[in-house]
């Protein structure tokens, strides 16, 4: 009996040493974590100058398509190179329909509220490329505007008759004239293009408008203010009320006989002045 306590106390001296030294062990064990320096994480430089790069980038890209949007910045050729990517983002990702949606909404409020007469002379304008119909397919191929505009590839581009209709836009056309509008497209193309570009607005839906105008060979060579004022001035001039007008283009809201009100679509592809 007396062995089996002996050893009973030999087992809970041998515990109780353990577990004074313990804390011990622990302690210098934190003290070597400290004096020993620790691995440091490689850096791939190049990868953090990229990103650093890119987000500067980003940033001057969303100050620049404010300002152009907002017509401080004119006129312009190109998109600078370095906003390319925050501008190809923006047209393909689905920001850019997004804002179209938004303003269309607020351009059907305006709409809804206006009361019209019963002599069906109140009028809307629209614009017709990048209004109407897109031509995003189109710049992609040009890096989204980065490279400098090309008539002839354009013209060619428009005699494919493949300009699809920007949807809220077509959303508001068929409310306009279920309201009882009368619709003008106004466009700065060619009297030459009439016939293509009539077949591509009904094969896309614009059907029902009241009057296409391109522009004829009188206004060759003026700006698009000056062109788009006159017809305006000349639509009035027919005793028509033009309650809106819609379009990309600063210049296809400034000048005379703009309407009660204008709306602006964005565009950050490309400047016409």
């Not at 974590?33 to 691995?39: I, L």
């Not at 401080?72 to 329909?97: E, L």
């Not at 836009?169 to 004239?177: D, G, S, W």
């Not at 509008?181 to 030459?192: A, H, M, N, P, Q």
């Amino acid at each position: 009996m007396m062995l089996k306590i002996k050893i009973v106390q030999l087992i809970v001296a041998g515990l109780t040493y353990l577990l004074a030294l313990f804390p011990k062990v622990l302690l210098s064990h934190k003290e070597k974590e400290k004096v020993q320096p620790q691995p440091q994480p490689q850096r791939d430089e190049e990868s953090e100058w990229e990103e650093s790069e890119w987000e500067a980038n980003e940033r001057y890209a969303l100050s620049w398509r404010l300002a152009v949007e907002s017509n401080n910045v004119r006129p312009w050729r190109t998109v600078p190179p370095k906003c390319h990517t925050h501008v190809q983002n923006y047209m393909s990702s689905g920001q850019y329909y997004r804002d179209l949606n938004l303003i269309v909404e607020h351009i059907l409020l305006y709409a809804s509220d206006l009361p019209l007469s019963s002599d069906a002379m109140d009028a809307w304008v629209l614009d017709v490329d990048d209004t109407c119909i897109s031509n995003v397919s189109y710049y992609k191929a040009k890096r989204f505007g980065c490279d400098p505009f090309d008539s002839a590839i354009f013209k060619a581009w428009i005699m494919k008759g493949m300009c699809p209709a920007n949807v809220a836009v077509k959303v508001l056309f068929n409310a306009l004239i279920a309201r009882g509008f009368k619709v003008f497209l106004l466009t700065g193309r060619d009297e030459s293009l009439a016939k293509i570009t009539t077949d591509n607005l009904h094969n896309e839906g614009f059907v029902g408008y009241e009057r296409l105008i391109l522009r004829s060979p009188e206004y060759k060579g003026q700006s698009a203010v000056r062109y788009k004022s006159a017809i305006r001035k000349a639509i009035e001039g027919e005793g028509y009320r033009i309650w809106g007008n819609v379009g990309d283009q600063w210049s296809d809201l400034q000048g005379e006989c703009l309407g009660k009100r204008t709306f602006k679509l964005p565009n950050p592809m490309y400047f016409i002045s």
